[in-house]
């Protein structure tokens, strides 16, 4: 998985590039890290260039929502492949998160 990201003012962009399974999960830990001093800023997250996301890429996403989100802040999950938008609408992600197609 690429992972590269910008940081404007208030909001940070993520974007992905690839599957977000578990082979993705060191990787993006470390950027969770390195993001860490920016958390409660809004988070878009793109997903365009995702493939595949499994439960543990779910799960990964929501970690990042814990650790970057703060009072104010929201992630925003950018446009998803419809294999991927399939998998946050079976797990309710909507829920958590706002999810622009």
Avoid: W
Avoid at 24 to 31: D, K, P, T, V
Wanted: proline share 2%.
């Amino acid at each position: 998985m690429k992972v590269r990201h910008t940081i404007d003012g208030n909001k940070v962009t993520i974007v992905l590039e690839g599957d977000l399974s578990f082979s993705a999960n060191e990787e993006f830990h470390g950027l969770l890290v390195e993001l860490s001093p920016h958390k409660g800023k809004q988070i878009d997250i793109d997903l365009s260039g995702v493939g595949r996301i499994d439960s543990v890429g779910l799960g990964l996403l929501y970690i990042a929502k814990e650790d970057l989100g703060g009072v104010g802040s929201e992630i925003t999950l950018i446009s998803p492949r419809d294999t991927v938008y399939r998998m946050l609408e079976l797990t309710e992600a909507e829920n958590a998160f706002k999810i622009r197609r």
